[in-house]
């Protein structure tokens, strides 16, 4: 799911860790009042950074009381979208992943919780709260090709998932929903 361009761009500016910012974001998955998995996005609100107005996990910096990145992924999903992290167990970590415009590394953990809880936005930071059948991911139909406007290189075509109303999940989101899939499409498999 990662665009051509930032492979290359990749292969081209190696990596400095030390330098980047260290963040984490969880995948928190959870049934439906009918029973079905889902796992929950936020669109993020509009404000003059990089990953303005784009659609992504409950996520964000770690802070220096953060113990651990698991710490910092259950802060923000406390903070971004108002779930207890007493109600989240966790499954696993996924592949870190480093995100160029933002000079970002970003740790992904998946979290499951027994029932269903009534999300609340946090709204300076939180423009919606969008919850996705996981039915939706693991369906081929929605993964495609489209074009985004960024802030930072303007127009361009990238993979992505288009789930619901319309909701384009691309860039580094995309990327760890895809290892995600894959995971649970081997175990599936097993």
Known sequence: MAPLFRIQELIDTPLNQKNAKKSAVLILFYPSEEGQTH???IQRSVYSGVHSGQISFPGGKMDSADKSFWDTALREANEEINVPSSHINRV??????YIPPSNSMVYPFVGVMKNKFLFEREI????????????????????TRGKVLTSYIGEVNVPMYIFGDDVKVWGATATILSEMKELILTALKE
Request: no cysteine.
């Open 39 to 41: 796992f929950v996005l």
């Open 92 to 97: 696993v970590a996924l592949t870190d992943f």
């Open 124 to 143: 300076k930071e939180v423009e919606k709260i969008i919850e996705v059948p996981l039915s939706d991911l693991l369906s081929p139909v929605n993964e």
